[in-house]
């Protein structure tokens, strides 16, 4: 009997220590900031902050919206299609900084002399019609394309430019990427690799940002410059998201890192702040 | 002082019944569920759910076959690693070591056995994905996530399971069997080949058909070196090549993004439930037959 009261009343203290935890999930992308930020302020303000990236994007946002986290990181824009999955839930969304999806390759490649890609050629790629660096001016080496998974924000953003709706996107089956860090490391140890990948991690050491060639011939790099005068096209808002205003913890939490301390974290993970935004 | 035991010995039986109960309650309810869930795909496609090719959930298009193909080889293979390492290791223990050592070489294979699934992953991201691809450049493969990577990691996953049980059923034969082998003029090799396995077969099967039935459920370290490439069906089945390619099991795609993007569309929530459901089928009928054989074992000693 003993046992059952300890057994109970430790479920009760653990219910209600989960009351107040402030759980986050999502993008890979946002997590850099956000995983520092909450750091901070675990050590500042004694939150207990709990902070996850399954399932990136799509996974932030069916967590927040079967009321698993209070708040969720995405890394492209909210979609009607997102809403209507849930209705009751109202998502307020606040932004935090801006980022580019670049299409990075392998050493092996850039080495080769692939430096950009049109529209056009990265179609053919991701259609297959396409299979061998040498139709790119590149290296005699087969094109390995990690796709990233469905629902990633990176994938979606990809798939918004290439053909002006995600849904329109042709059905192919490649080896699927997850996180930022998987993806990296995968390009990185593969001969011939392509995948699609947030711009700021892409280091140019060991994987490496192509450029996007314009019809008219013209190579914009996901540069700083480029992604703020908006000549790169794939570039997208980093979000906070939240069911209502936020409120407690999760208020303190979207404050901060909108703060200047906040968007000092998203500057040193190479996003572009809202100062940075604002300014231009 | 009787009393007291009756007393406690009923709270024990209460308990215990109470408690395996819960336990069926689960198991049962969770079959329900899933076949309840999992019924739209199957009024859909209905015997194609299973045999058809072609996965794109966009379109609602839901074959399962290439995954079911992946998880049967990726266990395949890591069972076909496993099961010669881990009997020999097993018969290492029990016949040709000391008993002192033996005790301590368990000790260590019980911690391997311990060991969280994601950590061999990670271990197999950073050494056997790159070890993979460097060995098959011969071959040509297409990246260091095959198939093949995904069975010899989850090959060393259940040489603890093999090794532990097999061992079990090595001991369970009696002394005596072995002095009146060796009685007879059989030297130490011929005992175990001749008295000792053919004894100890049962347990052994037993032994391989339930690491066999950890393989199949076993998720996070194959999600990360697998691949996780849809719709891989081979021209010839019988043809190697595949294995060196990127694949799915069922278990990576249940581990995947996919599941948090089905949800809210019911008919592509029922084809991953109905993924769920066949794994379930797989490792309870995987389970099942080793029980049924360590049944065996009893009445035939």
């Given at each position: 009997m003993k046992f059952l009261i300890a057994l109970v009343s430790m479920s009760l203290v653990w219910v209600a220590c989960e009351g107040a935890t402030l759980k986050i999930n999502g993008s890979t992308t946002v997590n850099l900031p956000a995983a520092e930020a909450a750091e901070l302020l675990r050590a500042q303000r004694k939150l207990d902050i709990q902070i996850d990236t399954n399932g990136g994007s799509s996974g932030g946002i069916s967590a927040l919206g079967d009321g698993l986290v209070q708040i969720a990181m995405i890394s492209k824009e909210l979609t009607d299609a997102d809403r209507a999955k849930y209705p009751k839930v109202h998502f307020r969304t606040a932004k935090i900084g801006e980022d580019a999806v670049a299409l990075i390759v392998s050493k092996d490649v850039w080495d080769g002399g692939v430096r950009s890609l049109s529209k056009q050629q990265l179609k053919d790629v991701y259609e297959g019609r396409v299979k061998n660096w040498v139709e790119l001016g590149g290296p005699k080496q087969r094109i390995v394309f990690f796709n990233k998974e469905p629902g990633r924000g990176t994938w979606e953003v990809f798939a918004h430019w290439l053909?002006?709706?995600?849904?329109?996107a042709p059905q192919r089956s490649f080896p699927e990427v997850g996180g930022n860090e998987e993806t990296r490391n995968k390009v990185r140890s593969t001969r011939g690799a392509m995948s699609q990948l947030?711009?700021?991690?892409?280091?140019?050491?060991?994987v490496f940002a192509l450029a996007i060639k314009t019809d008219s011939g013209e190579e914009i790099a996901p540069t700083a410059a480029n992604i703020l005068n908006r000549k790169y096209p794939m570039s997208r808002p980093l979000y906070l998201v939240t069911d209502g205003e936020p409120t407690a913890e999760s208020k303190i939490f979207v404050d901060f890192v909108l703060s200047p301390r906040g968007q000092a974290l998203v500057s040193k993970h190479g996003y572009l702040t809202l100062e940075q935004l604002g300014n231009h | 002082m009787d009393a007291m035991r009756k007393e406690r010995r009923s709270t024990t039986y209460v308990l215990s019944l109470l408690f395996s109960s819960v336990a069926l309650l689960f198991l049962v309810s969770m079959l329900a569920l899933l076949v309840a869930q999992s019924v739209p795909v199957w009024q859909q496609e209905g015997v194609g759910y299973l045999t058809g090719l072609r996965w794109f959930f966009r379109t609602h298009e839901f074959g399962a076959m290439p995954m079911i193909y992946g998880t049967l080889v990726v266990s395949g293979l890591a069972v076909l690693f496993a099961a010669p390492l881990g009997i020999g290791t097993a018969i290492f223990i029990s016949e040709a070591v000391p008993p002192r050592m033996s005790a301590a070489i368990k000790v260590i294979i019980e911690l391997l056995a311990g060991i969280p699934s994601v950590v061999y992953g990670l271990l197999g991201v950073l050494y056997l994905r790159t070890w993979v691809y460097d060995s098959l450049t011969p071959f040509d493969?297409?990246?260091?996530?095959t198939l093949l990577t995904g069975g010899i990691l989850l090959a060393v996953m259940i040489l603890p399971t093999i090794i532990t049980l097999t061992e079990d059923g090595l001991r369970e034969v009696i002394g005596t069997q072995r002095a009146a082998a060796r009685g007879l003029g059989l030297n130490r090799a011929e005992t175990i080949v001749a008295v000792v396995l053919p004894q100890a077969r049962t347990a052994i099967v037993a032994a391989v058909l339930l690491a066999l039935g950890r393989a199949l459920g076993e998720t996070t370290a194959v999600f990360l070196v697998i691949?996780?490439?849809?719709?891989?069906?081979?021209?010839?089945?019988?043809?190697?090549r595949p294995v060196i390619e990127a694949g799915q099991t069922i278990t990576s795609k249940l581990g995947g993004s996919e599941v948090t993007i089905a949800y809210g569309d019911p008919m592509h929530w029922a084809a991953i439930v109905g993924l769920g459901l066949f794994l379930f089928g797989m490792s309870l009928l995987a389970t099942v037959t080793a029980i049924r054989f360590g049944q065996r074992r009893d009445r035939d000693a």
């Open positions: 053909y002006g709706d995600s849904k329109k947030s711009a700021s991690w892409a280091d140019g050491v060991t | 493969p297409i990246s260091g996530d691949g996780r490439q849809d719709n891989q069906w081979p021209a010839n089945l019988f043809s190697v």
